[in-house]
C-alpha cells in the first residue's frame, strides 16, 4: 500500500501562489505515476496534472497550462503542484494519487492509491 499526504493548502488572493506537497510513504512506488486531482463543491473530482515516475514527463489539462507546475524528488519521495496566478475556479480540495500504467492516466480509475485532500481557496 502506497500512502499519500497532501499539505499546503489554505486561502489566498485571485493571483496568488501556492506549493502543494504530497509525500509519499508506504512500500516502495517505483514505477507509479503521480496525479493531482481536485474537486470543488457540488462537482466531479477533475484531474489536474501528472508526472511520471521518473519526472521526465508531465502532463497538464488546458486550463492549468503555464499556471501550474507539477514536480518530483524521488530522493525525498514527495511530489509537489506549485500553483501561480490562482483564480477563484481554482477553489477545491485537491487530491494527490498514485497509480501504474500508460502515462498519462487521467481518469480516477487508473490511480490506486489516493491521500486525504488539502483544501485551496481563492477569494477574488
Known amino acids: 500500500q502506497v500512502l499519500l499526504v497532501e499539505s499546503g493548502g489554505g486561502l489566498v488572493q485571485a493571483g496568488g501562489s501556492l506549493r502543494l506537497s504530497c509525500s509519499v510513504s508506504?512500500?516502495?512506488?517505483?514505477?507509479?505515476?503521480i496525479g493531482w486531482f481536485r474537486q470543488a463543491p457540488g462537482k466531479e473530482r477533475e484531474f489536474v496534472a501528472a508526472?511520471?515516475?521518473?519526472?521526465?514527463?508531465?502532463y497538464y489539462i488546458n486550463s492549468v497550462k503555464g499556471r501550474f507546475t507539477i514536480s518530483r524528488d524521488n530522493a525525498k519521495s514527495m511530489v509537489y503542484l506549485q500553483t501561480n496566478s490562482l483564480k477563484p475556479e481554482d477553489t477545491a480540495v485537491y487530491y494527490c494519487?498514485?497509480?501504474?500504467?500508460?502515462?498519462?492516466?487521467?481518469?480516477?480509475?487508473?490511480?490506486?492509491?489516493w491521500g486525504q485532500g488539502t483544501q485551496v481557496t481563492v477569494s477574488s
Open positions: 494519487a498514485a497509480g501504474l500504467g500508460a502515462f498519462p492516466q487521467t481518469t480516477r480509475a487508473a490511480y490506486d492509491c
Open positions: 508506504g512500500r516502495t512506488y517505483s514505477g507509479y505515476s
Open positions: 508526472i511520471n515516475w521518473s519526472g521526465g514527463l508531465t
